[in-house]
């Protein structure tokens, strides 16, 4: 069984910064994605950014150059700094773990909330 464990949310004013930690714990399967997503009131769950257990990143056509996501593959930990926060940033993000290459297996943390003030 894998765990997930957010932290680092919070309330902060537009053009503010937050970081967002998520701690895997359990059996991880090396081959992975770890991501964020986000879900705002009235709206779908979104994908924020998401890293390859290689490396690779990929963004939210919204957030790139504003929010960067890394990773530590020796703690199973992902990491989402967020920069020149916006109102629209507001909502309940989600950390993700899945395997790769078919998510056969995925995972959810229980959610953070980040709240920017205008």
């Known amino acids: 069984q894998v765990q997930l464990v957010e932290s680092g949310g919070g309330l902060v004013q537009a053009g503010g910064s937050l970081r967002l930690s998520c701690a895997a714990s359990?059996?991880?399967?090396?081959?992975?994605?770890m991501g964020w997503y986000r879900q705002a009131p009235g709206k779908q769950r979104e994908l924020v950014a998401a890293?390859?257990?290689?490396?690779?990143?990929n963004y939210a056509d919204s957030v790139k150059g504003r929010l960067t996501i890394s990773r530590e593959n020796a703690k199973n930990t992902v990491y989402l700094q967020m920069n020149s926060l916006k109102p629209d940033d507001t909502a309940v993000y989600y950390c993700?773990?899945?395997?790769?290459?078919?998510?056969?297996?995925?995972?959810w943390g229980q959610g953070t909330q980040v709240t920017v003030s205008s």
């Open positions: 993700n773990l899945r395997s790769l290459p078919y998510s056969t297996l995925n995972y």
């Open positions: 359990g059996t991880i399967f090396s081959a992975n994605a």
């Open positions: 890293i390859t257990s290689g490396g690779s990143t």
